[in-house]
T-cell receptor
Framework: GENVEQHPSTLSVQEGDSAVIKCTYSDSASNYFPWYKQELGKGPQLIIDIRSNVGEKKDQRIAVTLNKTAKHFSLHITETQPEDSAVYFCAATKAAGNKLTFGGGTRVLVKP | GAVVSQHPSRVICKSGTSVKIECRSLDFQATTMFWYRQFPKQSLMLMATSNEGSKATYEQGVEKDKFLINHASLTLSTLTVTSAHPEDSSFYIC???????????FGDGTRLSIL
């Protein structure tokens, strides 16, 4: 089955700096890669996703890149703000509606 | 759009009690719903997948007689933790998706504490 590794497990950045989280996956058949943000005591919120026919996707301060050959994808947050502090999870699956395999999560702390 | 509501948000009950958690899709029809369990500072662990009108598919190691799942309509799925014990204490989260290539959208979770 699919296995997703996520790094780093914790990330502390200064407000205004960029944050990068990286994930690798094992199943070359995976073709849908969402990123979720989870705030304390809440459920995960979808913040961006990418499908395998695209190498990069951007939404304001958030971007995701995908390298299918190397089987890794990354989340980039620019101009970080304190409200970006949360746990971020990457995931992979063979189709958007199928069950997701999650990475272990990255706890991001943005220091004012 | 794509709002998933989960109820209750917090449950505290005595050992041996059965607890029911509801998951509703408020503005879309959820053909598939997923139930997850999350321990503190850990990732989400999929427990089961349920399709409307069908029996749920449980992940390996999840007791289907312990965690009863019902997906009776396109907007409602329920998880019942039967005869709960302290080791069942956890954060339970549901997600739902519509038809086609729609992504999963998550509820805000239910924190279950068994005394």
């Amino acid at each position: 089955g699919e296995n997703v590794e996520q790094h780093p497990s914790t990330l502390s950045v200064q407000e205004g700096d960029s944050a990068v989280i990286k994930c690798t996956y094992s199943d070359s058949a995976s073709n849908y890669f969402p990123w979720y943000k989870q705030e304390l005591g809440k459920g995960p919120q979808l913040i961006i996703d990418i499908r395998s026919n695209v190498g990069e996707k951007k939404d304001q301060r958030i971007a995701v890149t995908l390298n299918k050959t190397a089987k890794h994808f990354s989340l980039h947050i620019t101009e970080t703000q304190p409200e970006d502090s949360a746990v971020y999870f990457c995931a992979a699956t063979k189709a958007a509606g199928n069950k997701l395999t999650f990475g272990g999560g990255t706890r991001v702390l943005v220091k004012p | 759009g794509a709002v998933v509501s989960q109820h209750p948000s917090r449950v505290i009950c005595k050992s041996g009690t059965s607890v029911k958690i509801e998951c509703r899709s408020l503005d879309f029809q959820a053909t598939t719903m997923f139930w997850y369990r999350q321990f503190p500072k850990q990732s989400l662990m999929l427990m089961a997948t349920s399709n409307e009108g069908s029996k749920a598919t449980y992940e390996q190691g999840v007791e289907k007689d312990k965690f009863l799942i019902n997906h009776a309509s396109l907007t409602l799925s329920t998880l019942t933790v039967t005869s709960a014990h302290p080791e069942d204490s956890s954060f339970y989260i549901c997600s739902a998706r519509g038809q086609g290539r729609e992504p999963q959208h998550f509820g805000d979770g239910t924190r279950l504490s068994i005394l």
